[in-house]
């Protein structure tokens, strides 16, 4: 039901976008909502995360109907350069270009809170992830310039925590 109503919101978006004329755009799922369009986790949330990945102010009236959502700027984001590469595109959208973050780059963006539902998640994702990617994406995370240094340092001080919990 969560899944069929986030795919709902996602649809009219994509109509509205067709509507206004607008030129198709990518948008990258994150978080809970890219967990559940994954079956990745079955925690229910509404909230859709993504990549504000600098969309044009006359996308404003297709963004409006995510309801609770987050535009998450990269520079403040726990993801790794190369996630677009690993983003999994769902095949119903055929105007825009939606795609959410691999299973591997959701639990390591979840490591700079850990917060009960992260660690419910996680419990959940773990399991079906490649390790060694993991550990991959960590060190990109790592090694990214750009990335605020407060939200840097909160990501190396949890992944010690991390690491030992899920033997990664």
Do not use: W
């Not at 607008?22 to 079956?39: K, M, V």
């Amino acid at each position: 039901m969560i899944k069929e109503n986030l795919l709902e919101v996602l649809h009219e978006m994509e109509e509205v976008t067709k509507l206004f004329k607008l030129e198709p755009f990518d948008i990258y799922i994150i978080g809970g909502s890219a967990c559940i369009l994954g079956e990745y986790t079955t925690r229910a949330t509404l909230d859709i995360d993504f990549v504000d990945l600098g969309y044009p102010a006359k996308y404003g009236k297709a963004f409006s109907l995510l309801r609770d959502y987050d535009m998450l700027e990269y520079q403040s984001t726990i993801l790794s350069p190369t996630y677009k590469q690993r983003a999994i595109k769902l095949d119903e959208f055929k105007y825009i270009n939606v795609y959410i973050l691999s299973k591997e780059d959701v639990a390591v963006s979840k490591i700079i809170r850990l917060a009960k539902k992260d660690i419910e998640d996680l419990n959940q994702i773990i399991p079906k992830c490649d390790k060694n990617l993991l550990n991959s994406i960590i060190n990109e995370i790592i090694d990214r310039d750009d990335l605020f240094e407060s939200k840097k340092n909160e990501f190396i001080r949890k992944l010690s925590i991390f690491k030992e919990k899920y033997n990664v």
